[in-house]
């Protein structure tokens, strides 16, 4: 299978060092939409969706104005995934399947691009974002106009079978497991992706940082409090945290660990010789 790394959503909010680690506070931060494209035997799969063509041209029913304040979106057509993927050649059916690490409205923007997708996710994460009568936070992240084409949903029990330690994971197509890692949301998952004898794993939302990840972990105060403001399930996310931080001193060699919206880990990956 073929990988892309592409970035569906750049924001641009303020605070500078404050948010990206580096630079003056004065400066506005980098934030991404890590979003990977796959290329299998069975058509093409997104790996999260990002911000889509509707939220671009016409935010306000899906990106609230208080979220646009704070993220600063730049709300660029060209980095729709529908627009990277016919700028490889494709088309948007040729897109057969979405895989989310949860419904977010930074990862599931993309959705009405492809309405004839099957959606894989969690069950539990479905199940918060389609509820009626939905209010604080869980209003602003779950926006029901980006799934109001009615997709082909593909929902999932966090049950199934161990993966280097992790348990109750679901192969949802072949060499592409959902990887639970509850916090950020109650049904939030990481997706692991096979490339050949190495492990590609999207951990979503489960950190924002790549900092996050080194021995001596570390994050910029600004992130710090994005996390905070967004946790449904505080301690279930920094003890996934610790189990992400296991999993790459033990298996680093084996597995590349990265978040949805680091962008010095997208332009790694990036940089990287194309996986196929």
Same mark, same amino acid.
């Given at each position: 299978m073929k990988v892309h790394h592409l970035n569906c959503g750049t924001m641009r909010p303020l605070g500078g060092r404050l948010v990206s680690g580096r630079g003056s506070v004065l400066r506005t931060a980098e934030v991404v939409c890590h979003v990977l494209l796959l290329e299998t035997d069975d058509?093409?799969?997104?790996?999260?969706?990002?911000?889509?063509?509707?939220?671009?041209?016409?935010?306000?029913?899906?990106?609230?104005?208080? @979220?646009?304040?704070?993220?600063?979106?730049?709300?660029?057509?060209?980095?729709?995934?529908?627009?990277?993927?016919?700028?490889?050649?494709?088309?948007?059916?040729?897109?057969?399947?979405?895989?989310?690490?949860? !419904?977010?409205?930074?990862?599931?923007?993309?959705?009405? *691009?492809?309405p004839h997708a099957e959606v894989?996710?969690?069950? +539990?994460?479905?199940?918060?974002?389609?509820?009626?009568?939905?209010?604080g936070?869980?209003?602003?992240?779950?926006?029901?106009?980006? @799934?109001?084409?009615?997709?082909?949903?593909?929902?999932y029990e966090a049950t199934g079978e161990? @993966?280097?330690?992790?348990?109750?994971?679901? +192969?949802?197509?072949?060499?592409? !497991?959902?990887?639970?890692?509850?916090?950020?949301?109650?049904?939030?998952?990481?997706?692991?992706?096979?490339?050949? *004898?190495? @492990?590609?794993?999207?951990?979503?939302?489960?950190?924002?940082f790549h900092g996050e990840m080194a021995a001596q972990p570390h994050c910029p105060p600004g992130l710090v409090f994005m996390q905070k403001l967004m946790d449904t399930l505080p301690e279930d996310r920094l003890s996934n945290q610790d189990r992400l931080r296991a999993l790459v001193r033990a298996h680093g060699d084996e597995i590349s660990v990265f978040s949805a919206h680091d962008p010095v880990e997208l332009r790694r990956h990036q940089q990287a010789a194309p996986i196929a």
């Open positions: 058509g093409l799969v997104l790996v999260d969706s990002g911000m889509g063509l509707e939220d671009v041209r016409n935010p306000g029913p899906t990106l609230p104005r208080h @979220w646009r304040l704070l993220s600063r979106p730049v709300l660029d057509e060209r980095e729709t995934a529908v627009r990277q993927v016919e700028a490889l050649g494709f088309r948007a059916s040729d897109v057969r399947h979405v895989v989310l690490t949860h !419904l977010d409205l930074d990862h599931g923007g993309g959705l009405r *691009d492809f894989h996710v969690l069950a +539990e994460e479905l199940a918060a974002a389609t509820r009626p009568g939905k209010k936070n869980d209003k602003t992240r779950y926006p029901d106009h980006q @799934w109001s084409h009615g997709p082909r949903w593909t929902p161990s @993966w280097f330690g992790f348990e109750s994971v679901r +192969e949802v197509r072949p060499d592409i !497991l959902l990887v639970p890692l509850a916090g950020h949301t109650r049904g939030h998952t990481g997706v692991a992706v096979r490339t050949g *004898d190495r @492990w590609l794993l999207h951990a979503g939302d489960s950190y924002f």
